[in-house]
């Protein structure tokens, strides 16, 4: 009895890891797909207060939080510093699909994103 109940906690634990490790970033990206999809000229104050808690979030990938970074900093556009940092993103082969496609969005940002764009962005969340 003992022995069975073990295992069945041990194949819990697995599954509840597995579970989390599957699904780490998406809140980030499902986030940033959301600002961004309705995102005209600039984030607003609560947009910059979210992505700023993705920036400060050590369990964010390094690629959401320089995503998050170049959202803050949006005005009509990406800005000239963020530009080969999103570059180094869409061409980076160990970044996700999602990662990849936000960094092209941004990139081609003029004041809001485009209705393909968008589309893309709601498929995200």
């Known amino acids: 009895m003992v022995k069975i109940l073990g295992l069945s906690l041990a194949f819990l634990m697995t599954l509840t890891s597995h579970s989390?490790?599957?699904?780490?970033?998406h809140t980030e990206i499902k986030t940033m797909a959301s600002i961004l999809a309705g995102l005209n000229h600039?984030?607003?104050s609560t947009d910059k207060k979210q992505?700023?808690?993705i920036v400060e979030d050590n369990h964010a990938s390094q690629?959401?939080?320089t995503l998050a970074q170049a959202?803050?900093?949006i005005d009509h556009s990406i800005?000239?510093?963020d530009k080969p940092k999103l570059k180094t993103i869409a061409n980076?082969?160990?970044a996700s699909t999602?990662?990849?496609d936000l960094a092209n969005i941004l990139l081609s940002l003029n004041h809001k994103a485009s209705s393909a764009d968008k589309h893309k962005l709601h498929e995200m969340h």
């Open 79 to 81: 800005s000239d510093a």
């Open 92 to 94: 980076d082969e160990n």
């Open 42 to 44: 600039h984030p607003s």
């Open 63 to 65: 690629h959401s939080r």
């Open 98 to 100: 999602n990662e990849r």
């Open 51 to 53: 992505l700023k808690m």
């Open 20 to 25: 989390v490790i599957a699904s780490e970033g």
């Open 71 to 73: 959202m803050i900093n």
